[in-house]
Each structure stands twice: as structure tokens, then as C-alpha cells.
């Protein structure tokens, strides 16, 4: 395979995930959560209560940019603060219940927009995207 070759099949396979990622946002666009909103929520989901700086630290942001990110999901009644068990200087941001609920509701729109494109295909198309996954899994996890 030439050079060439490889650069397109690789900005065909970057696009073509691309258009997936975002197809599968839109399904739970209603939820207008900035990707790092949810990106937040779906760690203290995940993980359990976090600081803002343990939070900072997981998404690779300034704290000052995950501060600004808490109080706009503080504000929608989505996250909220408890103390910290063994620092009482600082602060946990846990996931409310409607903060879960929104998350629930956001996963189960995605899925069932992707289980529903999974069953236009056929058997072997099927198990080869499927396939795929766990090899793309594989390399991100590397």
C-alpha cells in the first residue's frame, strides 16, 4: 500500500468516526450540554465525587476553566457540593439526581439511535463494525 494510499484511507477512517461521534451527540442534542459538561458528568458518574481540581486534572483543563464548567452545571441543578470527607477545606462535586437522570436519559438516547442504525445492517456488516470497536478500544487504550 502506497503512501498515499494509507493517508487517504486514514482521513476517510478519521472522517467517517467524525460523522459517527457526531450523529450519535445530535441523538442527545435536547440535553445542550457542552462536551466538557458532559464530559464532567459522565466522570463523577464513573468515579463518584471529585474536586474541581481532581476534575481539572482528569480533563486535561486550567481549574479556573473547570470552575466556569461546575457553576454553569451548579446552575442547572445538575451537580451540587458536599464536603470533602477528610479535607474540610475543600469541597466535592457530586452528580444530583436530576444530574443523573439527565445522564440517563442522554446514554439512552444515544443508544437507541445507534441500536437502531446497527439493525439496518446486515449480519456481517454488523459483526465487523462491532469487530472494529474492540480493535479501536485497543488502540486508544494503548
Do not use: Y
Request: charged share 25%; no cysteine.
Amino acid at each position: 500500500m502506497s503512501r498515499k494510499t494509507l493517508d487517504a484511507d486514514v482521513a476517510d477512517f478519521v472522517h467517517a468516526v467524525g460523522l459517527l461521534v457526531r450523529r450519535v451527540r445530535a441523538a442527545a442534542a435536547a440535553h445542550e450540554l457542552s462536551w466538557t459538561e458532559a464530559a464532567v458528568m459522565g466522570r463523577l458518574d464513573r468515579d463518584g465525587p471529585a474536586t474541581t481540581a481532581d476534575l481539572a486534572r482528569a480533563e486535561s483543563v486550567k481549574p479556573q476553566s473547570m470552575g466556569a464548567t461546575i457553576a454553569a452545571l451548579e446552575e442547572m441543578g445538575l451537580v451540587g457540593r458536599k464536603p470533602h470527607p477528610t479535607d474540610g477545606r475543600q469541597m466535592n462535586i457530586v452528580l444530583t439526581a436530576k444530574g443523573a437522570d439527565v445522564r440517563k436519559s442522554a446514554k439512552d438516547a444515544k443508544t437507541t439511535w445507534l441500536a437502531q442504525a446497527l439493525a439496518q445492517l446486515d449480519e456481517q456488516e454488523r459483526q465487523t463494525l462491532l469487530a472494529a470497536g474492540a480493535i479501536i478500544k485497543r488502540l486508544v487504550e494503548k
